[in-house]
């Protein structure tokens, strides 16, 4: 590793653990994930109010190419971690037949 790699890493490291002891975690907090964790129960009624909890029991809603909408059939099983996998790669716009890519398309074809 490259000396200021390893300066730069130790000062992240001693301003973090400074930040803790004054109980300033937010930054910690903000770092530990972007998703909001929720209970683990996907069973029983949705609460169509909270779109957390529409989001972990459904999950994304995805655009097909013929223009039509369709969620992840075995989403219940996914594991959060293959979850959160899958939210980043369609984030990124990684996964076939996801929104922004046809959107792109279409707005160009016009």
């Given amino acids: 590793m490259q000396t200021w790699r390893t300066w730069a ?3 992240v490291v001693v301003l973090s653990l400074l930040l803790i002891a ?3 975690d937010s930054i910690v907090e903000d770092l530990a994930g972007t998703l ?3 209970d ?4 029983g009624p949705i609460d169509f109010t909270n779109a957390d909890d529409v989001m972990e029991k459904l999950g994304p809603v995805m655009m097909n190419a013929d223009g039509s909408m369709s969620r992840i059939a075995n989403w219940k099983e996914l594991t959060k971690r ?3 996998t899958y939210l980043k ?3 990124k716009g990684k996964v076939v ?4 890519k046809l959107m792109k398309k279409d707005s160009s074809e016009m």
Avoid at 40 to 43: E, F, P, T, V
Avoid at 97 to 100: L, Q
């Fill in 9 to 11: 890493l130790f000062l």
């Fill in 22 to 24: 004054r109980g300033e």
């Fill in 36 to 38: 909001p964790e929720g």
């Fill in 40 to 43: 683990g129960n996907l069973d």
């Fill in 82 to 84: 293959e979850r959160n």
């Fill in 89 to 91: 790669k369609l984030a």
């Fill in 97 to 100: 037949g996801s929104g922004p």
